[in-house]
């Protein structure tokens, strides 16, 4: 099976878009949670998702938008965009987030937002944050997102071990076990504004990590039209 894998679409449209274009034919989407959030097209990114072969599980916006959490624990920004999105959204899309699970196995694949510890709202940010959640799965590898970083954890008889992906990089699944994140759709935070994910193909047992330019200045009027903070409209423009 050839699968798309993504996370933090947050409400871009004209970024998802783009992946979906830029991966081609896939027999399913996994999607890693925060379909929503900061960006200003909830629904047409929740319906767009729909539309196609896919799993997906709740991130913490997507909680946040459907109050599942205590918005006070957001950033203003954040929080702004939050309720915005949580104004937009229709019935049907609302039910369809709130159907989502935490934590979804397939395969030899976990699939969580933040963390197996905490799905909704752990960082895995370096190595002792992985190295503390290899215990709280059982498959051989871990998907998540959150962090809007794309990397791969190595579990390690004594310590664990970071890498950045890169874009255009293969690389073969082994024995060893893996964290591993695809980065973000819809709001990257590497310094680099392309939209971020990878492809999985499950018989090869190999990912291939990817980059794709979107027309950023779209999602960016879109926003500042639906009076969205000035901060998270500027920083598409540079990844962060």
Not at 29 to 49: A, F, K, M
Not at 73 to 93: G, I, K, T, V, Y
Not at 120 to 133: K, V
Request: proline share 7%.
């Amino acid at each position: 099976m050839r699968a798309l894998v993504l996370s933090d679409i947050h409400s871009n449209l004209a970024a998802l878009e783009a992946v979906l274009s830029d991966a081609g034919e896939v027999d399913q989407v996994w999607c890693l949670g925060d379909l929503v959030g900061y960006g200003p097209d909830p629904n047409e990114c929740i319906s767009r998702i729909r539309e196609l072969p896919h799993i997906c599980v709740a991130g913490n916006h997507d909680y946040g938008v459907l109050g599942k959490l205590d918005l006070s624990d957001f950033n203003s920004h954040a929080r702004e965009a939050c309720l915005w999105n949580r104004r937009q959204l229709s019935a049907d899309n609302r039910q369809y987030l709130d159907a989502l699970g935490e934590t979804l196995v397939t395969g030899d694949f976990t699939l969580v937002h933040g963390s197996p510890r905490m799905p909704i709202w752990e960082y895995i940010l370096g190595p002792e944050e992985a190295e503390a959640n290899f215990g709280f799965f059982d498959t051989p590898y871990c998907l998540v997102g959150h962090t809007h970083v794309p990397a791969i954890f190595i579990e390690g008889t004594s310590s664990c071990k970071a890498f950045p992906l890169r874009a255009g990089q293969s690389l073969s699944l082994g024995p060893e076990r893996l964290i591993i994140n695809p980065g973000g759709v819809g709001q990257p935070r590497d310094g680099d504004p392309g939209a971020s994910y990878m492809i999985l193909d499950t018989e090869r047992v190999v990912i291939e990590h990817y980059r794709v330019d979107y027309p950023i200045e779209e999602t960016q009027k879109r926003m500042l039209k639906a009076g969205l903070p000035p901060q998270l409209i500027a920083r598409l423009s540079i990844g962060w």
